[in-house]
């Protein structure tokens, strides 16, 4: 698994695109997605959306990821940073935000590369 993250609208799909030579038709959004669609996608794009809907949802977002990853384990997940900025005032948006940086916190230990897009330009902060 690789995990990429960024800022919104930083140009993370486009790079992921480019650096690891995936057609964009061969991504899952996290937003609507649903689980069959992830086990056969080469990307999964705003992982974020996908917690979001997991703690809406009342799951255990750790114990969806772990299965997603179970099922795919080349997969390439994308994902906003959400800790920075503002804290959001709504109990939901706290817990959610928090979520998905516990998350990526897991993801970024086990996977095998991250890499971190700002304005398009990917670093490798593992791999």
Do not use: W
Not at 14 to 20: E, G, I, L, P
């Amino acid at each position: 698994m690789i995990l990429v993250i960024g800022g919104a609208y930083q140009g993370k799909l486009d790079y992921v695109c480019q650096t690891f030579h995936v057609e964009k038709s061969q991504t899952a959004d996290g937003e609507s997605c649903s689980p069959e669609e992830i086990s056969r996608a080469a990307v999964l794009n705003h992982f974020h959306l996908l917690v979001k809907r997991l703690v809406k949802e009342g799951k255990d977002p750790f114990e969806a990821v772990r299965q997603i990853l179970a099922e795919n384990p080349d997969l390439i997940i994308i994902s906003n940073e959400l800790g920075y900025g503002v804290v959001p005032v709504d109990a939901f948006d706290r817990a959610y935000r928090e979520a998905t940086g516990r998350v990526c916190c897991m993801l970024a230990q086990e996977a095998v590369q991250v890499h971190r897009v700002v304005c398009g330009l990917g670093q490798v902060l593992k791999g």
